[in-house]
């Protein structure tokens, strides 16, 4: 179909001239820096980290404020922007956060800036806050010190999730990510730490993108949801 001087794309279902309508008013959606890095190598992977990031999404759902620690590309990030009002994201990497800024969507805006949580907390209080496959690259030594900064951002009322492979999953992880991953635990070691911080803490199994109350042990993955902090995080 000509539309002036132009060839203009017509799908076969009406209902889906719409993608044709995106694609030529905002161009197509592009990867972040590791996501793309993810699809390249290992495509069914990023099915798993977008599966943690709803996770997250559907137990802070509805919160004014949401932080998130160590957002990378902040590919999957728009997926708790979906379910909560104001959502900030930071990561110690310039690089990732400039190509995260780079590719923001007035749709789903959210604050994406430079910071390293293991020398101060974050500006502001937060009603709930993330970090997912970050804890395991904090070294033993410095995770009091990591997470007592987080702490400090929430409210009294704040809500932590923390995400990470299990020290069993090491067995199966690659060379990459072995170098990184110096801090890998077990379901009652996390619980253990976070229980420094608050009283209440659930600790959740994850395999591929399926979250359950199975055999820890057997967890591919670990999520740790804390709420209820106590007065000393220091």
């Not at 999730?161 to 635990?185: F, R």
């Amino acid at each position: 179909m000509l539309e002036g001087s132009h060839m203009v794309e017509k799908t076969r279902e009406t209902q889906y001239q719409n993608c044709v309508e995106l694609r030529d008013d905002k161009g197509l959606a592009q990867l972040g820096l590791m996501s793309n890095q993810v699809w390249h190598d290992d495509p069914k992977r990023l099915l798993f980290v977008l599966s943690r990031y709803k996770f997250v999404a559907k137990m802070l759902g509805g919160m004014n404020s949401v932080l998130e620690i160590g957002c990378a590309d902040a590919f999957a990030t728009r997926v708790v922007r979906q379910e909560v009002k104001h959502l900030t994201a930071v990561d110690f990497d310039p690089v990732f956060v400039k190509d995260a800024i780079a590719r923001m969507d007035e749709k789903w805006q959210f604050d994406c800036l430079v910071h390293n949580i293991l020398e101060k907390p974050v500006a502001g209080l937060f009603d709930g806050a993330y970090a997912l496959d970050v804890l395991e690259h904090i070294h033993q030594e410095d995770e009091q010190r990591c997470l007592s900064h987080i702490v400090q951002s929430l409210t009294e009322q704040g809500v932590l999730i923390i995400g990470m492979p299990s020290i069993q999953s090491q067995a199966y992880a690659s060379a990459a990510s072995k170098e990184g991953h110096v801090n890998c635990k077990d379901y009652k070691g996390l619980k253990e730490l976070m229980s420094r911080f608050f009283h209440n803490v659930f600790i959740f199994s994850m395999n591929d993108e399926v979250v359950h109350t199975g055999f820890y042990p057997m967890a591919h993955y670990l999520f740790a949801l804390c709420c209820m902090k106590k007065k000393a995080t220091a």
